[in-house]
């Protein structure tokens, strides 16, 4: 069987994103591409299970460039419209015009239990079944939170979040929650990082990061840590929050909350700054680490 240290789960998507007072412009990616991209550059093994239509598997060859396994089924392509009204990263509103389906053990090539990242661009793409499946074939878990918060309605496609009712039942299954502050927010009903971390913490997360504009904040074992961003520009603010997860879940292999808190968030400011996947090197996430200005 194959052996990984990190697989990334979901459906590939793409993106027409309207940005402020700039171009429309068309990008791909999401949690299975951005992640894996920001992963590899720590030399790690791993792979993406995905679905997607063949006509568009070409987009994927830069996750074969950074030799990254693909188990990718043909499907749907996940589409969608992103608006941003203003110059805030945490401002936009998504709209999902073609979504793919559940995933399912039958997706599952043969690998050994790993860490596994469920990070989804449709709603509710991971089901209670498929993840007590992987628990009990002894898979360590990791979610974005986003797949199982976002709502889509029926007439206008326009996502909206709302609270999960088996969210106890989910963070008690899994090793790391990834959100951001508005997804934090529809679970928790607060706006507030601490407390949104404090709550997630004792319905049962062992480890939650969650992003703002700002930065990150970790809540893991009842300590708390913050990295800020340093990006000088948002051009690439498309796939932050999946960037973060890939840095952050591959440092954190063999490194501390903390350090692998300012590795995410050093590596995810690079990719900000630029359209696109991250590109950079190790070397130049380890300077931005150590600026001055990076530490939170």
Not at 109 to 114: F, G, L, N, R
Request: hydrophobic share 40%.
């Amino acid at each position: 069987m194959n052996q990984y240290d990190i697989v990334f789960v979901g459906h590939f998507g793409i993106a027409t994103i309207v940005p402020f007072n700039l171009t429309t412009f068309t990008d791909w990616g999401g949690p299975v591409f951005h992640g894996p991209l920001a992963a590899s550059c720590l030399s790690k093994r791993i792979a993406t299970i995905s679905r997607m239509a063949e006509h568009d598997r070409a987009l994927l060859q830069p996750l074969e460039a950074a030799g990254i396994d693909l188990f990718v089924r043909e499907g749907e392509t996940a589409h969608f419209k992103i608006i941003y009204p203003g110059s805030g990263v945490d401002e936009r509103q998504l709209f999902l015009t073609v979504g793919g389906g559940c995933f399912s053990m039958d997706d599952m090539p043969p690998i050994e239990p790993c860490l596994i990242h469920l990070g989804g661009l449709s709603p509710r793409e991971f089901s209670m079944e498929f993840m007590r499946a992987l628990k009990t074939a002894g898979f360590r878990m990791s979610i974005d939170a986003q797949s199982f918060v976002w709502q889509v309605d029926e007439w206008t496609r326009l996502i909206h979040l709302e609270d999960i009712p088996e969210k106890q039942e989910i963070l008690g299954m899994i090793d790391f929650i990834k959100l951001d502050i508005t997804e934090a927010k529809a679970l928790t009903g607060t706006d507030v990082l601490q407390d949104q971390a404090d709550m997630l913490e004792r319905w049962g997360s062992q480890e939650t990061v969650i992003t703002c504009s700002d930065g990150a904040f970790a809540r893991s074992n009842g300590k708390t840590s913050f990295a800020k961003f340093t990006n000088r520009t948002v051009q690439g603010r498309t796939g932050r929050g999946d960037t973060f997860a890939g840095a952050y879940l591959a440092r954190r292999l063999d490194r501390s909350v903390e350090e692998s808190l300012r590795f995410a968030a050093a590596l995810t400011s690079i990719k900000i700054e630029s359209p696109g996947a991250f590109n950079g090197s190790l070397g130049e996430v380890i300077e931005r680490m150590n600026e001055p200005f990076s530490l939170g």
